[in-house]
């Protein structure tokens, strides 16, 4: 019986997730077409606009990423640099130095991010739909990266240690470059495995710099900007394709195989439910003829 109600609750929560996933797709396409109308007819309220995206899809996150055991990702530069804009846009927004940085945070490792993280425009996934924007909007490191180190190598080491569901940036690269066992893996292990977590740090310098490099001519080249912002949408929206693709089959068919499992186990239930109705009739018609 407890298995029969379980299959129920399987099946009902299924319904929901599918139901869920329809009406996310409905939102982010609706608010993705109503961001790009705004950008066109009155790009002087996209700030304020930006503002509100993340003074609401922040926290949620953080709630939702707390559930999840990944709340340590917001500890990643792409959220500092988005305070960072934050905090220009409605403390300093004429201050032309401040601009520069977040230019450069925007166009430099947040642009690039975007596709080497091959963030994925994905309507039906709030979650990585907030991943693009989160990139994409924003279009002090040294300060950032001793942060995070000292919170999550210092601070709070003894806690990841102890439960290694807890995700961070460096858990997941290393994961899936130790999976691919691709360049990015061979380099940090050059300083042998121990000191994996310092070169993730080295690299990750090297790419920042290099991609804040990139940042100048871009400011320079209206035209350059304006081909490496279609560059980004189109890197975001060709993920986006790919998950839906290729990963999401493979989600409906381990989901399909867990369905074909349990129902063996359903008709078992029901049919022992079954026996015990006729068997408690039986009895009770025996008491009856007595």
Same mark, same amino acid.
């Given at each position: 019986m407890r298995s029969h109600g379980a299959v129920k609750i399987a099946t009902k929560a299924e319904e929901h997730q599918r139901f869920i996933f329809k009406v996310t797709h409905l939102m982010g396409v609706l608010g993705f077409g109503t961001f790009c109308y705004l950008l066109g007819a009155r790009p002087q309220d996209v700030p304020y606009v930006y503002c509100l995206f993340y003074v609401i899809f922040v926290p949620l996150r953080w709630i939702y990423y707390r559930y999840k055991k990944w709340h340590y990702y917001l500890l990643d530069f792409c959220y500092y640099a988005n305070t960072f804009l934050l905090v220009m846009i409605l403390f300093y927004p004429k201050d032309e130095k401040l601009f520069m940085v977040c230019f450069s945070f925007a166009e430099g490792p947040l642009a690039w991010a975007l596709i080497v993280w091959r963030c994925s425009l994905v309507f039906s996934s709030f979650d990585k739909l907030v991943s693009v924007l989160i990139h994409l909007l924003p279009a002090a490191y040294t300060l950032w990266q001793l942060m995070y180190f000292l919170i999550v190598n210092v601070l709070r080491r003894q806690r990841l240690l102890r439960d290694p569901e807890v995700m961070t940036s460096y858990r997941e690269l290393s994961k899936k470059a130790q999976k691919a066992n691709n360049i990015w893996w061979r380099l940090s292990g050059l300083l042998g495995d121990k000191n994996r977590p310092l070169m993730y740090i080295l690299l990750q310098a090297v790419f920042t710099v290099a991609t804040l490099a990139f940042t100048v001519p871009i400011f320079l080249s209206y035209r350059l900007h304006g081909i490496f912002q279609v560059l980004k949408v189109?890197?975001?929206?060709?993920? $986006? $394709?790919?998950?839906?693709?290729?990963?999401m089959p493979r989600q409906v068919v381990q989901k399909e195989k867990k369905r074909l499992e349990m129902k063996p186990i359903e008709q078992a239930n029901l049919k022992e439910h079954m026996d015990d109705r006729s068997g408690n009739h039986q009895h009770t018609s025996e008491e009856q003829s007595q």
């Open positions: 189109c890197a975001a929206t060709w993920n $986006g $394709g790919s998950f839906i693709l290729e990963v």
